[in-house]
């Protein structure tokens, strides 16, 4: 995948994520983008090469929950 590609996956991965992290929380989107976006979760993300971006809006969202609540667990397939 070129960067291009990757880019744009990534955005539309971001914004189904927070807005399942919107409608599991009730936050803002502003706010839940900016939770995201400085969260471990997004952070793995990001980098192509660690296929996060596999995994769906819901592991992610669930994932992102986890960490929240301090107890991020990777899951065995990344």
């Known amino acids: 995948m070129n960067e291009k590609e990757f880019e ?11 807005n399942l992290i919107i409608k599991q929380t009730g ?3 502003n706010y839940a983008l900016e939770r995201f976006v400085i969260s471990k979760v997004y952070s793995k993300l990001e980098i192509e090469e660690t296929k996060v971006w596999h995994l769906s809006t819901t592991m992610l969202a669930e994932l992102f929950n986890d960490e ?7 899951p065995e397939v990344i």
């Open 68 to 74: 929240r609540s301090g107890n991020l667990v990777w």
């Open 27 to 29: 936050w803002s989107e």
């Open 8 to 18: 744009d996956l990534l955005y539309i991965i971001t914004a189904n994520t927070v």
